[in-house]
């Protein structure tokens, strides 16, 4: 059975950082990419970051590209956010989601997901 | 940047055809899917590559694309259908989701 287990979400100081952590089993992690998304309290899902299996390719949002940086330890079977220079805006769900593997790349599995608030 | 528009509420009767909406430039090259989200979960994916279901996911729910409109189709709408509704596809290396759509059933 899938699992993904996403940790490290809570209350932040604008400018300050996290880093979150998505623990996956059930599944030969080396060979998925791994994705985050996040959901703003009451609004739609947005597309954060994107890692390939292999951890050589990582892509991210606009809004978050220099401030963010996904990574991935194959070993541990974990995924990891580590989130900079917060803003409120960054307040949101984030969830982790697995990759299904073919060609369109939809996300088979995710996260329950862990909440972020950036306030002071 | 790429968009995904859809329209913010559908509403539907029980045991009625429910269709959403997903457009974008040549959506159809690009194999988009649909995710469900009801209040307080996490997102389910309902279809991928146009018109397949994943394993448990019930026969009522079926895709379609045509150019630059995709097509979330629930037949036989169920009171449990009621959700919000996510397409999502890739677009140059990136994922660009649609703004969501509410389906009401009543």
């Known amino acids: 059975e899938v699992q993904l287990l996403e940790s490290g979400g809570g209350l932040v100081q604008p400018g300050g950082s996290l880093r979150l952590s998505c623990a996956a089993s059930g599944f030969t992690f080396s060979n998925y990419d791994m994705h985050w998304v996040r959901q703003a309290p009451g609004k739609g899902l947005k597309w954060v970051s994107t890692?390939?299996?292999?951890?050589?390719?990582?892509y991210y949002a606009d809004s978050v590209k220099g401030r963010f940086t996904v990574s991935r330890d194959n070993s541990e079977t974990t995924v990891y956010l580590q989130m900079n220079s917060l803003t409120a805006e960054d307040t949101a769900v984030y969830y982790c989601?697995?990759?299904?593997?073919?060609?369109?790349?939809?996300?088979?599995?995710w996260g329950q997901g862990t909440l972020v608030t950036v306030s002071s | 940047s790429y968009e995904l528009t859809q329209p913010p509420s559908v509403s539907v009767s029980p045991g009625q055809t429910a269709s959403i909406t997903c457009s974008g430039d040549?959506?159809?090259?690009?194999?988009p899917c649909w995710y469900q989200q009801k209040p307080g979960q996490s997102p389910v994916l309902v279809i991928y590559?146009?018109?397949k279901r994943p394993s448990g996911i019930p026969e009522r729910f079926s895709g379609s694309n045509s150019g630059n409109t995709a097509t979330l189709t629930i037949s036989g709408t169920q009171a449990m259908d009621e959700a919000d509704y996510y397409c999502h596809a890739w677009d140059s290396s990136t994922v660009v989701f649609g703004g969501g759509t509410k389906l009401t059933v009543l």
């Open positions: 989601a697995k990759d299904f593997g073919i060609m369109s790349h939809p996300f088979n599995f």
């Open positions: 890692i390939t299996g292999s951890g050589s390719f990582k």
């Open positions: 590559q146009h018109n």
């Open positions: 040549k959506l159809g090259d690009k194999y």
